[in-house]
T-cell receptor, first 116, second 115 residues
């Protein structure tokens, strides 16, 4: 069975460039989460969607970050313009809403972003 | 809001020795508790969970965790570790907030198993 698929796995870019991270959730899952993992701050929830609708984006660091979910099988996290402090591993996770209501999530392998 | 504290950032241990990874949480309401494992260059995977019922929960690979409500703890244990258990372990707590249960993760504990 295909799990959560993220792309790219690695991205190296220069400060000021636009970065787009992509996620395909597990088929049938209707909740999608974006997390950021750094050594300093651990695993932070950025935003989550239920049925393609953003529910809570209070974790999005600032206006440079935006996320969309145009349909049930695709989501993007965009950073524009990128800064060195955005360097992190970004994880996408999905779940059924019922499971999400207990906190059980299925994670992708992550996108490692390095901003020079 | 709930929070999770993993008391050890790193736990080194020799192969076949027992191990305990500590997790404490704070919440004013009933919670669900989880342990996730992250192997190098991979995403997090659910290891075990406590939702209700028996306070002792087990995983398929020999780990167990016990929910202790009075001590607000959910420590993870294994009686005999293998090299392959080397990974990052995350404790998570999920409590109702605005109609949803969204997990809050601890900072993680790096388990390093030496031969």
């Amino acid at each position: 069975d295909a799990g959560v698929i993220q792309s790219p796995r690695h991205e190296v870019t220069e400060m000021g460039q636009e970065v787009t991270l992509r996620c395909k959730p597990i088929s049938g899952h209707n909740s999608l989460f974006w997390y950021r993992q750094t050594m300093m701050r651990g695993l932070e929830l950025l935003i989550y969607f239920n049925n393609n609708v953003p529910i809570d984006d209070s974790g999005m660091p600032e206006d440079r970050f935006s996320a969309k979910m145009p349909n049930a099988s695709f989501s993007t996290l965009k950073i524009q313009p990128s800064e060195p402090r955005d360097s992190a591993v970004y994880f996408c996770a999905s779940s059924l809403i019922v499971s999400a209501n207990t906190g059980e999530l299925f994670f992708g392998e992550g996108s490692r972003l390095t901003v020079l | 809001a709930q929070s999770v504290t993993q008391l050890d950032s790193q736990v080194p241990v020799f192969e076949e020795a027992p191990v305990e990874l500590r997790c404490n949480y704070s919440s004013s309401v009933s919670v669900y508790l989880f342990w996730y494992v992250q192997y190098p260059n991979q995403g997090l995977q659910l290891l075990l969970k406590y939702l209700s019922g028996s306070t002792l929960v087990e995983s398929i690979n020999g780990f167990e965790a016990e929910f202790n409500k009075s001590q607000t703890s959910f420590h993870l244990r294994k009686p005999s570790v293998h090299i392959s258990d080397t990974a990052e372990y995350f404790c998570a707590v999920s409590a109702p907030s605005g109609g949803s249960y969204i997990p809050t993760f601890g900072r993680g504990t790096s388990l390093i198993v030496h031969p």
